[in-house]
């Protein structure tokens, strides 16, 4: 393969897996905390979508304005989400909170088919995000160089957060002793609907940068993706920003190459996600930067 | 500055404390003793916010002069009323460094100058500690665990600290030294809530002390007549 062809392909890896890696950190955050699969996360994702989709193509406000409106809704969503599903059964066996998780998927899978209805829309993208420029025989879109640049930003800003500021290490304790955290006088509810917040968000930048690139929005858009980069969580150690960023970025990286180098795989493509999980569950369950998984008591 | 009246503390259908009544007047250290599982943790977790099945009255003199009902409400309204427990078996957050423990104990503080002075004062109390900031709480030993976990319960600037089976595990070497720096600590003006198996050292620096048995208080006194107390020599201090 020429080289530039293959840079062209490292591009759209790194581009597809930050967005993988975007929307684990959801994943990762919230089960670091609460043991918790969220998995409406995926459709939290969908949302940010549909609503940067309605704000600019619909009501054609401005797309920044657009994204601040869908950020929002997205963190609203994921806050009601963990008001209504799963702070209720805080201290309910976890496995009534992983069903209900599915359960709060499916509605708003199926709510959302009925109030945007089920046919896909198509996203008209701004023109400065894809129109190609060319640097020494390689192609450039605007949109692939974006899309990662803004994740590892907001990446490295989550990061700061986590480990210096008072509410991170709320969240770096809460995850280890969630009793001690609360008598250092740390409102527990109120750190997990921050993570909830910041993780919908991030979900919701996802969502935008993937109808952007695909450019088209749809009500199931966010189960694959999710399941994905759930996958992408486990496989960077679940609990682990960083390595829920280098899973997705590994994911998009196998996901781009395969069918690069393969192109007769092309049709396998969404297995390969999940042939990798069953590997690392049966080789290394914690993943590539997970701590040992003690069961909480 | 403490004034519980007949506590009730239900785990499921375990009756943990039962009627439970005692008063801790400001400045003084008042002790609980009793054998395990007599409810000393559990009355120190109710006052602390951490227990759901808890009825009577825990009435509480606020700082700012005026007297608050305080059971039932969580710990973080506790802490910011100025109630801090130190809960047995350390509870060090092992993969936080010294440090970061200490900051975590000023969650409920924003006046940054008021913190760092707190942590010098801690480092001062514990200088061990001081030479280990940057290490991780889990690579402690279990007397420097347990100078960190008094350090972090100081560090949300309390005036009732309430210390839950300090000594458990240590060396009685170490057991006198926290016992000397909980004495410090109350001379410089805090009120102690002391819960201790360790009855004979609990007594010696008691100014108040109360004896748990199955739930309820079957005496009371200072802690040097509890000490001369041949019912107290004969179940606690092996006399």
Redesign the interface.
């Known amino acids: 393969m020429a080289l530039n062809m293959f840079l062209q392909h490292l591009i759209n890896a790194v581009g597809l897996g930050s967005l993988y890696g975007l929307i684990a950190i959801g994943y990762t955050m919230v089960y670091g905390i609460l043991r918790l699969i969220n998995f409406a996360h995926g459709d939290i994702f969908m949302l940010g979508a549909y609503f940067v989709f309605f704000a600019t193509i619909r009501y054609k406000l401005p797309w920044a304005l657009g994204v601040i409106i869908a950020v929002a809704g997205a963190i609203l969503s994921g806050l009601l989400v963990d008001l209504i599903a799963y702070k209720p059964l805080r201290n309910a066996p976890r496995i009534s909170a992983l069903i209900s998780a599915i359960g709060v998927s499916f509605f708003i899978e199926n709510a959302s088919m009925v109030a945007f209805t089920a046919k896909p829309q198509a996203v008209i993208q701004p023109k400065q995000l894809v129109e190609a420029f060319s640097v020494g025989g390689v192609r450039f879109v605007p949109l692939n160089i974006i899309v990662p640049v803004i994740s590892f930003i907001l990446v490295g800003m989550l990061l700061w957060m986590i480990y210096r500021t008072?509410q991170g290490?709320?969240m770096?304790?809460i995850s280890?002793?969630i009793?001690?955290?609360?008598?250092?006088?740390?409102?527990v509810n109120r750190i997990i609907a921050l993570t909830f917040a910041i993780g919908s968000g991030l979900a919701a930048v996802a969502g935008i940068m993937w109808a952007l690139r695909y450019p088209k929005v749809e009500p199931l858009m966010g189960f694959t993706p999710g399941f994905k980069a759930f996958i992408a969580a486990v496989f960077g150690g679940i609990g682990s920003i960083p390595g829920a960023m280098l899973g997705g970025l590994a994911l998009g990286f196998i996901e781009i190459m395969s069918v690069a180098f393969f192109p007769t795989l092309s049709g396998y493509k969404d297995a390969f996600a999940f042939v990798l999980l069953v590997i690392i569950l049966l080789v290394k369950p914690t993943g590539l930067m997970g701590e040992k998984l003690e069961d909480k008591i | 500055m403490l004034e519980i009246k007949n506590l009730d503390v239900w785990y499921g259908g375990i009756h943990a404390v039962k009627n439970l009544s005692m008063t801790i007047e400001k400045g003084e250290i008042a002790t609980l003793i009793g054998a395990n599982g007599a409810g000393k943790s559990s009355t120190i977790r109710a006052v602390?916010?951490?227990v759901k099945g808890a009825s009577g009255s825990v009435s509480y003199a606020s700082r700012d002069g005026g007297t608050v009902s305080i059971l039932g409400k969580?710990?973080?309204y506790m802490?910011?009323m100025g109630i801090?427990?130190s809960?047995e078996g350390r509870?060090i957050?092992?993969?936080?460094t010294v440090e970061?423990n200490l900051?975590?104990?000023a969650?409920?503080r924003g006046d940054k100058t008021g913190i760092a002075r707190d942590m010098e004062a801690g480092y001062n109390l514990f200088p061990r500690l001081k030479e280990r900031r940057k290490q991780k709480g889990g690579t402690l030993s279990g007397g420097e665990q347990q100078m960190l976990a008094v350090a972090?319960a100081l560090m949300?600037h309390p005036d009732l600290l309430m210390l839950d089976e300090p000594s458990l595990g240590l060396a009685p070497i170490l057991v006198e030294e926290v016992f000397d720096t909980i004495k410090k600590i109350n001379g410089e003006g805090r009120t102690i809530l002391l819960v201790e198996q360790n009855a004979f050292a609990a007594l010696k620096i008691a100014n108040k002390a109360h004896v748990l048995e199955t739930g309820s208080i079957t005496l009371s006194g200072t802690g040097s007549e509890l000490l001369q107390d041949a019912k107290v020599q004969a179940a606690y201090l092996g006399g």
Not at chain 1, 179 to 187: A, Y
């Open positions: 008072k290490l709320a770096r304790s280890h002793d009793e001690t955290t609360r008598l250092m006088g740390v409102s | 602390a916010g951490l969580p710990p973080e802490v910011k801090s427990l809960p509870r957050l092992p993969h936080l970061e900051m975590l104990g969650y409920s972090r949300s």
